[in-house]
């Protein structure tokens, strides 16, 4: 039996199918099982894959009436015999050891499947998918979609491997006849998995076409294209109220309303009046199974639109389109009193009815971080950076209070310990502001975390650490961990002995500083040429008394 079956949907792609098919056959993991249905292709594509495959040890090509991509998959994964299997679209490319990589990840961890990191090309460059940036931050083994919501977003089917027992255990299958059909089946499988394995590294090449014939993500102004994602997000929403997921359900609903319903809101120019129409009508009917409060925390922009769709006030939420496409009126506030609110249309305008609070930032602005540098000094880590309210300017040192602690990130306690931290001077931050002109000249800080607050207890074999910052404005206050590496040094930060046994790691976990401390064993000391060898001279930690 093959360790993994590649099910290959084909249909119309004669431009692109060749190159695809070489990126299997050049995959590092022998033994594939590759099988390529040809959904009724008019272009020769069923030709050349029959050509592609003939001789090749594993691979098939089946032949059916054209159905859409979906009944194709589950075509081809009825016909699949490999303990674990992938989908791949036949314009789309492999790297060469994304398989190895994820089989074996799989395999070692026993989890359910394993998703990875997607780059975007168009012919001419590369580049991360936004979406999939957005899902995946980092190599994780045996987590799941609770511990990392983020996950929400990996919505794709084919930077994946499943267990193909864990599909059929669980009857996921893909709908058929629709747009869209990743989305009922791999979000629920992030949902039913026990566990699953992300890895940071690109698996999946996925092309922007850049021919007259686009594809269904590149023709977001259809109303066929608008009725089956709305139709997809409501087959998950369905899963999670049977399941009774209520963190997941409020996880997805997020996912919807800044993701999957504004790709058509900002398209909203380029569509037929039915299809403005249908917008307004299907997200109505979709806002009735989100929580008030979940709306409520949402960009101002958004609330606007949503809050004039329930009200079915299309030409309103026209008028709010055409004014929000003009990057000027973009990002731009106003404060009235102690609050602060978004220069947003009809907000002056009662006879639209619009609350205040639709428009309010006062609460909602971020705390925005960066890390310009990080050093040793005197055994102690300096952290040079920023940190300022979104949209809230800090010209002076009386514009707000700041306090830095030190949080543990593992044990029991998670305790946190108070940092010193002095003002910088930042004049660079106001100068690269966009928008609307706002003063952030005093909104850098030198921080420094003692040496001794990362030591470990005695016994402790390792411990994590993040930086922690809170600022306080007459309008407002918020407080975050502190990350954003700027370019220089503050990328590439140098580890340092705390203690002699005990080394301190600045890193990042996606954007966000910690430090990691790990009691070391022994010490490299020399590494020097001895005629053909190589002469590495270890000490061993000392001995402090504490282990």
Same mark, same amino acid.
């Given at each position: 039996?093959?360790?993994?079956?590649?099910?290959?949907?084909?249909?119309?792609?004669?431009?692109?199918?060749?190159a695809?098919?070489?990126?299997?056959?050049?995959?590092?993991?022998?033994?594939?099982?590759?099988?390529?249905?040809?959904?009724g292709?008019?272009?020769?594509?069923?030709?050349?894959?029959?050509?592609?495959?003939?001789?090749?040890?594993?691979?098939?090509?089946?032949?059916?009436?054209?159905?859409?991509?979906?009944?194709?998959r589950?075509?081809?994964?009825?016909?699949?015999?490999?303990?674990?299997?992938?989908?791949?679209?036949?314009?789309?490319?492999?790297?060469?050891?994304?398989?190895?990589?994820?089989?074996?990840?799989?395999?070692?961890?026993?989890?359910?499947?394993?998703?990875?990191?997607?780059?975007?090309?168009?012919?001419a460059s590369t580049?991360?998918?936004?979406?999939?940036?957005?899902a995946?931050t980092?190599?994780?083994?045996?987590?799941?979609?609770?511990?990392?919501?983020?996950?929400?977003f990996? @919505?794709?089917?084919?930077?994946?491997?499943?267990?193909?027992?864990?599909?059929?255990?669980h009857?996921l299958?893909?709908?058929?006849?629709?747009?869209?059909?990743?989305?009922?089946?791999?979000?629920?499988?992030?949902?039913?998995?026990?566990?699953?394995?992300?890895?940071?590294?690109?698996?999946?090449?996925?092309?922007?076409?850049?021919?007259?014939? *686009?594809?269904?993500?590149?023709?977001?102004?259809?109303?066929?294209?608008?009725?089956?994602?709305?139709?997809?997000?409501?087959?998950?929403?369905?899963?999670?109220? *049977?399941q009774?997921?209520?963190?997941?359900?409020?996880?997805?609903?997020?996912?919807?309303?800044?993701?999957?319903?504004?790709?058509?809101?900002?398209?909203?120019?380029?569509?037929?009046?039915?299809?403005?129409?249908?917008v307004?009508?299907?997200?109505?009917?979709?806002?009735k199974?989100?929580?008030?409060?979940?709306?409520?925390?949402?960009?101002?922009?958004?609330?606007?639109?949503?809050?004039?769709?329930?009200?079915?006030?299309?030409?309103?939420?026209?008028?709010?389109?055409?004014?929000?496409?003009d990057?000027?009126?973009?990002?731009?506030?106003?404060?009235?009193g102690?609050?602060?609110y978004?220069?947003?249309?009809?907000?002056?305008?009662?006879s639209?009815?619009?609350?205040?609070?639709?428009?309010?930032?006062?609460?909602?602005?971020?705390?925005?971080?960066?890390?310009?540098?990080?050093?040793?000094q005197?055994?102690?880590?300096?952290?040079?950076?920023?940190?300022?309210?979104?949209?809230?300017?800090?010209?002076?040192?009386?514009?707000?209070?700041?306090?830095?602690?030190?949080?543990?990130?593992?044990?029991?306690?998670?305790?946190?310990?108070?940092?010193?931290?002095?003002?910088?001077?930042?004049?660079d931050?106001?100068?690269?502001?966009?928008?609307?002109?706002?003063?952030?000249?005093?909104?850098?800080?030198?921080?420094?975390?003692?040496?001794?607050?990362?030591?470990?207890?005695?016994?402790?074999?390792?411990? @994590?650490?993040?930086?922690?910052?809170?600022?306080?404005?007459?309008?407002?206050?918020?407080?975050? @961990?502190?990350?954003?590496?700027?370019?220089?040094?503050?990328r590439?930060?140098?580890?340092a002995?705390?203690?002699?046994?005990?080394?301190?790691?600045?890193?990042?976990?996606?954007?966000?500083?910690?430090?990691?401390?790990?009691?070391?064993?022994?010490?490299l000391?020399?590494?020097?040429?001895?005629?053909?060898?190589?002469?590495?001279?270890?000490?061993?930690?000392?001995?402090?008394?504490?282990?």
């Amino acid at each position: 039996m093959p360790s993994l079956s590649v099910v290959v949907p084909i249909y119309n792609v004669s431009d692109y199918l060749v190159a695809c098919l070489e990126s299997l056959v050049a995959q590092t993991l022998g033994g594939l099982e590759v099988i390529l249905v040809d959904d009724g292709s008019t272009d020769g594509s069923g030709a050349m894959a029959d050509e592609f495959a003939a001789g090749r040890d594993g691979w098939q090509v089946l032949h059916v009436e054209n159905g859409g991509l979906g009944r194709a998959r589950n075509i081809g994964m009825d016909a699949s015999t490999g303990e674990f299997v992938a989908f791949v679209d036949s314009d789309d490319l492999i790297p060469r050891d994304a398989y190895e990589l994820m089989l074996h990840a799989v395999s070692e961890s026993g989890s359910d499947m394993v998703c990875g990191g997607v780059l975007r090309f168009d012919g001419a460059s590369t580049f991360n998918s936004p979406l999939h940036r957005r899902a995946i931050t980092r190599t994780q083994m045996r987590t799941h979609i609770h511990e990392t919501p983020s996950l929400i977003f990996d @919505s794709t089917a084919w930077n994946k491997i499943y267990r193909r027992s864990f599909l059929a255990k669980h009857g996921l299958r893909f709908p058929e006849g629709v747009y869209y059909e990743d989305i009922p089946l791999t979000l629920p499988a992030h949902f039913l998995a026990t566990s699953v394995d992300v890895l940071a590294d690109p698996v999946y090449l996925w092309r922007e076409r850049q021919t007259a014939v *686009q594809s269904i993500t590149q023709r977001r102004a259809e109303t066929k294209n608008l009725v089956d994602r709305l139709a997809a997000v409501t087959a998950v929403d369905d899963f999670l109220a *049977q399941q009774g997921d209520e963190v997941g359900k409020q996880i997805h609903d997020r996912k919807v309303l800044t993701v999957d319903v504004p790709l058509f809101l900002d398209v909203l120019h380029e569509g037929s009046p039915d299809f403005q129409q249908q917008v307004v009508a299907l997200t109505a009917e979709y806002l009735k199974r989100v929580p008030d409060e979940t709306v409520a925390r949402l960009a101002p922009i958004r609330r606007l639109q949503y809050h004039l769709i329930t009200r079915g006030m299309l030409d309103e939420l026209i008028e709010v389109h055409d004014h929000y496409r003009d990057p000027a009126n973009r990002g731009q506030f106003v404060r009235s009193g102690l609050r602060m609110y978004a220069d947003l249309p009809f907000r002056k305008d009662p006879s639209k009815g619009v609350p205040d609070s639709v428009y309010e930032v006062t609460r909602s602005q971020p705390l925005r971080t960066g890390v310009r540098d990080l050093y040793w000094q005197g055994g102690d880590l300096m952290v040079d950076g920023h940190a300022f309210i979104h949209r809230v300017p800090e010209a002076t040192r009386a514009s707000s209070v700041r306090r830095f602690q030190l949080r543990r990130l593992d044990g029991p306690s998670r305790e946190r310990r108070a940092l010193s931290a002095k003002r910088v001077q930042r004049p660079d931050l106001t100068a690269r502001t966009t928008g609307a002109p706002l003063s952030y000249d005093a909104a850098g800080f030198l921080a420094r975390v003692p040496a001794e607050l990362l030591r470990l207890a005695p016994g402790e074999a390792q411990g @994590s650490f993040e930086v922690l910052a809170q600022v306080a404005t007459p309008s407002a206050r918020r407080g975050s @961990s502190v990350g954003n590496p700027e370019l220089g040094r503050g990328r590439h930060p140098r580890r340092a002995l705390i203690a002699p046994d005990e080394l301190a790691i600045p890193a990042y976990a996606g954007k966000r500083l910690t430090i990691s401390v790990r009691r070391v064993e022994a010490l490299l000391e020399s590494v020097r040429n001895e005629g053909d060898a190589v002469r590495f001279t270890l000490r061993a930690a000392a001995d402090d008394g504490r282990c």
